[in-house]
């Protein structure tokens, strides 16, 4: 019997060793195995340039590299380019966040609208876990509410006419109709929220999903007066990012603590050096470059890297991160990254200027 049980207690101290020992080896031997990349990509306002809007899903590397030009764009939209397998069997998947404004100011309103939301609906059709997300702006909201003080009246924005855009942005309307259906206020993915102009801790959002849900009733019953469509509201407010390019973060932080997430992307306010500029040491991305012609003519975006890890042996996972700006290179087209920073150390900073009117639509 003393025997037996020594065998036993002999096998199990052997098994503990063995698992200390491979704790110890798992650095040589048992490198963590990445079993997902989730790159998305934010880009801000558009206003109406579908060549530029364009220029940057191409630098991203998200639609396919064909001949599609921006008088083009209505009768052949272009295709989404869909993520490849990753290394080592790993997955890989893209998701595209764009933060509002498409229209106004610029003379491509329709094309705009055309390849946003044709790319929309080629992922959300295709089966693929890539994903295209459009958020509402304030001139989205304008459009719905049937002011036209920003569209451009030498083609009301390729509509052609003022009657013509009514009846195509209106809520009932074909692009309204979509706007309202499909277009959220808000989204949260990797612990970051996008938004179109800010969040605020008095807003009292109690989720996301609720969020969205509230503003697309309130829009489907022509509610403008919702608080969440004011100027106090997520599609409006500046409050947010003047505060934060102020190092004041008190009150973005605790908006943030409110919804579980960690960092907000935003757009709405133009940042005066045509830079993606961020704030609050990395907790707060802007991302309005003027990227229209009709603005600054600045084109780039925001790309977001998830690394998703499992240990083999202990079964624990780990996420990296690294951000990067993607903007158009010195030749006119093609990628040049400012810096990739792990952790959001820094991708500089710079000081928003008042510049072509760009608080007019306060």
């Known amino acids: 019997m003393k025997d ?19 704790l110890f080896l798992c650095p040589a031997y048992c490198e963590e195995q990445l079993v997902e990349i989730h790159r998305i990509i934010a880009v801000g306002d558009v206003h109406g340039d579908v060549a530029n809007f364009l220029k940057i899903l191409r630098i991203a590397n998200l639609v396919e590299d064909s001949l599609t030009e921006a008088s083009d764009v209505l009768a052949h939209p272009p295709r989404w380019k869909y993520s490849p397998n990753g290394p080592n ?23 705009v609208l055309n ?12 089966g693929s876990r890539d994903k295209v997300v459009l958020l509402i702006g304030n ?8 002011n036209y003080h920003y569209v451009n009246k030498k083609n009301y924005g390729g509509f052609m006419s003022k009657a013509l855009r ?27 929220v996008f938004v179109h102009a800010g969040i605020e801790a008095r807003m009292n959002i109690k989720d996301v999903e609720t969020l969205n849900a509230d503003v697309r009733e309130a829009l489907r019953q022509s509610a403008f007066r ?12 500046r409050k947010m990012i003047l505060e934060s390019m102020s190092e004041e973060c008190a009150d ?48 780039a975006a925001l790309e977001l890297v998830f690394s998703k890890y499992t240990n083999s042996i202990t079964g624990t996972s780990s996420v990296t991160f690294a951000v990067r700006e993607l903007r158009e290179g010195p030749s006119g087209d093609g990628y040049t990254g ?14 928003l200027t008042k510049e072509n009117d760009m608080y007019s639509d306060l």
């Open 115 to 126: 390849v946003a939301i044709a790319l929309q609906e080629q992922t959300a059709r295709s």
């Open 89 to 111: 069997g790993s997955t890989m998947r893209t998701t595209l966040v764009q933060v509002g404004d498409l229209v106004d100011r610029g003379e491509e309103d329709l094309q």
């Open 4 to 22: 037996s049980l020594f065998r036993i207690g002999l096998v199990y101290g052997v098994l503990i060793a063995l698992f200390f020992l491979s």
């Open 226 to 237: 919702h608080s969440h469509l004011r100027s106090s509201g997520p599609l409006w407010t």
């Open 252 to 299: 973005v932080r605790a908006a943030l603590s409110r919804l579980n997430a960690t960092r907000v992307v935003v757009g709405h306010t133009p940042q005066g050096s045509g830079r993606v500029e961020q704030y609050c040491d990395g907790q707060v991305l802007a991302i309005d470059v003027g990227m229209s012609r009709w603005m600054y003519d600045k084109v």
């Open 338 to 351: 400012s810096k990739e920073i792990n952790g959001f150390d820094s991708i500089g900073s710079g000081h």
């Open 139 to 146: 001139h989205e909201l304008l459009n719905l509410q049937g």
């Open 166 to 192: 009514a009846e195509g942005m209106r809520a009932t309307g074909a692009f309204g109709k979509y706007i309202v259906d499909n277009f959220k206020t808000a989204h949260i993915d990797e612990g970051v």
